[in-house]
Structure formats: C-alpha cells, structure tokens
C-alpha cells in the first residue's frame, strides 16, 4: 500500500493500477485525471475531478461540421447531456452523495445506487469526456508520441487500432459507447458498453480508466446519418482531439 508521502509517481502509479481502483491517498501533486481513476480521490486540488455541474462545451455547436452538424450538437448538449447532469443532481439529492466530492467515486460503487444514479451518472461523466475527445475536424488526424507507441504495441498498427475501435461502436446493439482504455494491468484496451455505462463502474463488464469515448446513442447522430450509424463512426475520426487523449494517457 502507498504511503502519504509516495515519492516515485511511476512505481506509485503502477502500484495502484495493480491493486485496483482503491488507491489514491497522496496524489495530491499527480495528474487530476489519474486521481479520477480511483475510488478515493483526493479532492485537495478544488475541480480536478468530475464534478455533477454541466461544463461550457469548448466549442461551438457549428464547430464539428461537416462530421456532425450544427443541431445535432446543440440538442445533445443543451437537451440530452443537460438532462443527465439535472438527474444525477436529483439522485445525489435523494441519496444522499455529497455533491462536492468527485463523481467517480459514485461511479466505482454504482452496483449501491439506483438505476437513475447509474443511467444519470454515466451519462453526465461520459458527455463531459466526450465533448473534450473532440475538436475541429482536422485533416491526418492521428495520435502521435508514447500514446501512438503504446497503440502500435497493443493493436499492431493504428489502422487496425481504428478498425476494431470502430467496429465495437458499430457492432454495439442499441444505445451505448465505445471505449479505448487502459485495464488495471495497465494495456490498452477496446470494448464497448451498453446504455450509460462506462469502464468506471464496478457492474462494466470491462473496467479500467477510459481514454477515448465514441457516444453511439442514435440521438448522437441521427439527423444526419439516419440509420448509417457506420458513416457517423467513420467521419468521426476526423474530430478526435489526440492532444486530450494523450494528456489522460500521460497521466498513466
Ligand atoms: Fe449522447
């Protein structure tokens, strides 16, 4: 077990990973993002978590254009996303979370609260992530440095990264995500959850802490590509900020 005074962030890191999601006392000066991957997180760095309060989007509604349009954007934040942040706020009201802590500490005990705390929570954690996982499309957009090593290491090429990635988006039956994460055992992994679910909760089927979140709820595309969930999932790649998803990579 690490101590408050946890001088090697590395071999503290790996000491947590290898026990779970429990360890988290004495990172007060590591990564607000590695801090989010525990049960306990220290809340001494004020808004280095998750909090239950919708976040401005980085962007405008227009900004993704032509990947995904103007309206599209503009319901699933203000209407869809806003919706989840009311709800889990009415749920932590009802059951008694302490607001102020941060929201992943609910999410790795979801299996104790209700369905609301569990649909409402996840859908508020996996928007905030999402919204970030974006920016302008960009032509060649591609991860570069340890995170396009790491994913070479994992999945051979990022060609064949983007293939299995997508195809667990595509092959998703119904409403839920598609992830990119890392397992405790610290390898990159794909999978895929239904609903509101997401890597975080102790009832995923696949755990660990996510890095990269594709939304694939039909309210997230629907407008423009109708049934074509596949063209969605394909011009999406266009979008993905690799700088966030390197910086939650680094804190790995
Ligand atoms: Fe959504």
Redesign the pocket.
């Known amino acids: 077990m690490a101590t408050k005074k946890a001088t090697n962030r590395r071999e503290f890191i790996s000491t947590s990973l290898k026990g779970g999601l429990a360890i988290t006392v004495g990172l007060g000066a590591a990564s607000p993002l590695l801090q989010s991957f525990s049960t306990q997180p220290n809340i001494a760095s004020p808004g280095s978590n998750t909090g239950f309060d919708q976040q401005p989007l980085p962007y405008k509604y227009d900004a993704l254009e032509n990947v995904i349009d103007s309206m599209t954007m503009e319901i699933?934040y203000s209407k869809?996303?806003a919706a989840y942040s009311k709800n889990v706020k009415e749920a932590a009201l009802a059951e008694k979370v302490d607001t102020n802590r941060p929201l992943e500490e609910v999410l790795a005990k979801i299996s104790s609260y209700s369905a609301k705390m569990r649909n409402n929570g996840g859908?508020h954690y996996?928007?905030e992530m999402?919204w970030q996982c974006m920016q302008p499309k960009k032509e060649n957009n591609a991860p570069a440095g340890t995170l396009l090593k790491a994913i070479v290491k994992d999945f051979t090429s990022f060609e064949y990264f983007k293939k299995q990635f997508g195809d667990a988006g595509k092959t998703r039956f119904g409403s839920g995500w598609a992830w990119l994460y890392i397992s405790k055992n610290k390898k990159l992994m794909i999978g895929s959850t239904p609903n509101?679910d997401n890597p975080l909760m102790d009832t995923s089927d696949i755990k660990g802490f996510p890095l990269l979140g594709l939304?694939v709820?039909e309210?997230?595309y629907y407008l423009k590509y109708q049934n074509k969930r596949a063209d969605y999932v394909d011009n999406w790649w266009n979008l993905v900020n690799w700088d966030y998803v390197a910086s939650r990579f680094d804190t790995i």
Do not use: K
């Open positions: 699933h869809h996303a859908g996996n928007h999402f509101q939304d709820w309210h997230a």
